[in-house]
């Protein structure tokens, strides 16, 4: 079965192109070219069912195989990924095909699509094209993205949007997230943090989420601005060779004496589909160990909340709420695992200010820079309205 598309060439004959859209390509199985119809003379048309659109066969230039020598910035990724990056607007089922056909080469050689790229690696890339109604939607993204920003993960255009900057250099780029604000497009986010970054800095070619806060969490975000630099950050964090503090205001007094909590996580749906996770039993099937160490930073005179210091050793999904939640202090504003009852009240302008957000804050950030070997140590002050609330916090005693 076949389409007509119209190929760049102004040729005034015309020919039928494959659905897989890949000129040369043979068999996956065989790897010998295509057979075309019986009924296809060289040079003549050929009908199709349905509507049809006439396509000039290409100059002998337009189906030549380039070849691509890796950079710095892609060296680690998967030669799939290397490739969706490289043949934008193929589609992955293409993409797949040509690397089981070994038409994809590194090096001379046959890939897996698992295989990793290196500096210098020569990756052959066979000649693609998508079909002309991707060719036109391709280009009429380009128009709206000209127009409204960079194309989110899920469809759309992200708005361009700087964040308060807290450290940058030629490697990374930390700064002070807001809440509110989603870490990147999916679940039903249009965009998020590193969609508006990336249309508001066109001439950087590589920025990559190193981690992730919660959507309602605020804080140091850090982003790799070099694929080196995303590795190497990644594995600390990984390694633990971080210290990512946080400070969550809960409910209650907090026992000075309660410091580490090491509980295994589960995550689980809801019937809505909806994430969310709970303590298991350290030797649960399904449970992840998880670390978090918690430190009294100042409570309240009435005892109604206490404002903590915590350090994860582990990156569990929602940890930190799931965690000091378990403990019967659940955080403040909490819409997932709070008390909901406080959180109403407190969204309440009654006689201090109003709470209308989860008070959880990235605060304090170390680990050693990927290039110059040197320490970092980051803060990010709270924000105006966990400061405020934070000052009177103490006429809720009753609840």
């Given at each position: ?17 494959l659905v897989k859209h890949i000129i040369g390509a043979g068999s996956a199985k065989t790897g010998r070219p295509g057979k075309p119809p019986a009924n296809a003379a060289a040079g003549h048309a050929v009908p199709a069912a349905g509507p049809q659109t006439l396509a000039p066969i290409p100059d002998t230039a337009a189906v030549q195989a380039t070849f691509v020598t890796v950079d710095e910035d892609s060296a680690g990724q998967r030669l799939d990924n ?31 699509a698992d295989t990793r790229v290196e500096t210098s690696d020569v990756v052959r890339l066979p000649p693609v094209r998508t079909s002309e109604r991707a060719e036109q939607k391709a280009q009429a993204m380009a128009v709206e993205v000209a ?253």
């Amino acid at each position: 079965m076949g389409v007509w598309t119209k190929l760049p060439d102004k040729s005034t004959t015309y020919s039928l192109s494959l659905v897989k859209h890949i000129i040369g390509a043979g068999s996956a199985k065989t790897g010998r070219p295509g057979k075309p119809p019986a009924n296809a003379a060289a040079g003549h048309a050929v009908p199709a069912a349905g509507p049809q659109t006439l396509a000039p066969i290409p100059d002998t230039a337009a189906v030549q195989a380039t070849f691509v020598t890796v950079d710095e910035d892609s060296a680690g990724q998967r030669l799939d990924n290397f490739l969706i990056r490289q043949l934008k607007g193929v589609p992955k089922t293409h993409v797949y095909r040509i690397i089981r056909s070994g038409e994809v080469r590194i090096n001379k050689g046959r890939a897996r699509a698992d295989t990793r790229v290196e500096t210098s690696d020569v990756v052959r890339l066979p000649p693609v094209r998508t079909s002309e109604r991707a060719e036109q939607k391709a280009q009429a993204m380009a128009v709206e993205v000209a127009r409204h920003g960079a194309a989110s993960s899920i469809g759309g255009c992200a708005p361009s949007r700087e964040f308060p900057i807290l450290f940058e250099d030629e490697h990374l780029l930390a700064i002070d997230k807001p809440a509110g604000v989603a870490v990147h497009g999916g679940s039903g986010v249009a965009f998020g943090v590193i969609e508006q970054l990336r249309m508001a800095r066109p001439d950087w070619n590589f920025l990559e989420l190193v981690h992730r806060l919660d959507r309602e969490t605020s804080g140091i975000l850090l982003v790799a601005k070099k694929r080196v630099a995303l590795k190497n950050l990644q594995e600390q964090f990984r390694e633990r060779e971080t210290d990512k503090i946080y400070l969550a205001l809960v409910r209650g007094a907090w026992p000075a004496n309660k410091k580490v909590l090491d509980k295994a996580l589960q995550k689980y749906l809801l019937s809505d589909g909806e994430r969310r996770v709970k303590v298991v039993d350290k030797d649960h099937p399904d449970g992840m160990r998880a670390v978090t160490l918690v430190k009294v930073k100042s409570p309240s005179p009435s005892g109604a909340f206490t404002l903590l210091e915590v350090t994860i050793k582990t990156g569990r999904t929602h940890q930190i709420r799931v965690h000091l939640a378990s403990e019967g202090h659940p955080i403040a504003g909490d819409d997932k695992y709070g008390d909901f009852e406080l959180n109403k009240a407190l969204q309440k302008e009654a006689t201090g200010p109003a709470l209308k957000r989860m008070f959880l804050h990235a605060w304090r950030l170390k680990f050693t820079h990927p290039s110059s070997g040197k320490r970092i140590d980051l803060l990010a002050a709270l924000p105006p309205d966990l400061e405020s609330f934070t000052a009177h916090a103490t006429p809720y005693p009753e609840l």
